[in-house]
C-alpha cells in the first residue's frame, strides 16, 4: 500500500474494500415494459427450476437466447460499467479477457426468498429489478430486501460479537447490508460475495433478473460462442 499523502497524525484507512455497484438502468420504464412480457410469457410455458429459490419461479440461465432486444441492452450495460472498474494489470490497455455471461429471470410473490448462496465459477454477479413488487409503497416491513454478507463472517464475530470496526464520522460497521428493490436499479458485485433475499411480502409481483459474467480468455471466449 502507498503511504503518499498519509499525515502525520493517527488514521483509519479502509484496506481491501469490496467494490459494489449500484446503478440505474437507462430508459428504464421502455426496457421493464419489454423485460416483463417476455418473462411473463416464458413463466406461462416453463416449470423453471430450483435453486437458492424459495417458493417464486426461476428461469434455467438461458435468457439470452430468449429475452429479446431488452436483454441484450441490460447485458450491454451491466458489461460497460464492470469493464469500467476491471483491469487486466498484465495488458491494461487492452485486456486479454472477454465475458462469458449467463442470464436468467426470477418471478416472486409473497412469501418468496432466496437462500444465501454465492456463484461459484463467475467473477462478477448481477442483479436487475424489472419490477420491485412493491406498488409504490415505502413500508419497510414488505421485506424482500437483497442481503450482502461481510465476506470475512463469522470470523469477525467469534471473540467479541458485540464489538464493531468504526470509522470516524460513520455509524458502527455491520455484518450484513440490506439493499431495497427499485424498479430499474441495477446491483452489480463480486460473485463469491454471499448474498440473499430476505422474505418478500410485497402486494404485487416481483420480476428480476440476474446475471453471471465468467472471465474467459478472448481466443477461448470467441471459439465458445462460434465467432
Known amino acids: 500500500m502507498s503511504t503518499?499523502?498519509?499525515g502525520a497524525g493517527p488514521?483509519?484507512?479502509?484496506?481491501?474494500?469490496?467494490?459494489?455497484?449500484?446503478?440505474?438502468?437507462?430508459?428504464?420504464?421502455?426496457?421493464?415494459r419489454r423485460l416483463k412480457e417476455v418473462i411473463l410469457a416464458r413463466q406461462a410455458n416453463d416449470p423453471g427450476v430450483r435453486l437458492s429459490n424459495v417458493s417464486g419461479w426461476q428461469s434455467a440461465p438461458d435468457m439470452l437466447k430468449w429475452g429479446g432486444p431488452a436483454a441484450q441492452e441490460l447485458l450491454a450495460r451491466i458489461i460497460f460499467l464492470v469493464d469500467s472498474v476491471t483491469v487486466d494489470v498484465k495488458s491494461p490497455g487492452q485486456s486479454r479477457y472477454g465475458w462469458y455471461s449467463t442470464m436468467w429471470s426470477n418471478v416472486s410473490r409473497?412469501?418468496?426468498?432466496n437462500h444465501y448462496h454465492s456463484h461459484p465459477g463467475a467473477?462478477?454477479?448481477a442483479v436487475y429489478y424489472v419490477d420491485d413488487g412493491y406498488q409504490g409503497s415505502?413500508?419497510?416491513?414488505?421485506?424482500?430486501a437483497l442481503v450482502l454478507s461481510d465476506p470475512r463472517m463469522p470470523t469477525i464475530a467469534m471473540n467479541a460479537p458485540d464489538l464493531r470496526f468504526r470509522r470516524p464520522g460513520e455509524k458502527p460497521e455491520e455484518y450484513e447490508k440490506f439493499l431495497r428493490p427499485a424498479n430499474g436499479r441495477l446491483v452489480i458485485f463480486p460473485s463469491w460475495l454471499l448474498h440473499a433475499v430476505h422474505l418478500f411480502n410485497g402486494p404485487g409481483t416481483r420480476i428480476s433478473i440476474a446475471v453471471n459474467l465468467s472471465a474467459m480468455l478472448k481466443p477461448f471466449l470467441e471459439l465458445l460462442e462460434g465467432r
Do not use: E, H, R, Y
Request: glycine content about 12%.
Open 11 to 32: 488514521q483509519v484507512v479502509g484496506l481491501f474494500d469490496t467494490p459494489l455497484i449500484v446503478d440505474q438502468m437507462p430508459n428504464a420504464v421502455d426496457v421493464n
Open 138 to 144: 415505502t413500508d419497510q416491513n414488505l421485506g424482500g
Open 4 to 6: 503518499a499523502g498519509i
Open 123 to 125: 467473477f462478477w454477479s
Open 110 to 113: 409473497a412469501g418468496s426468498s
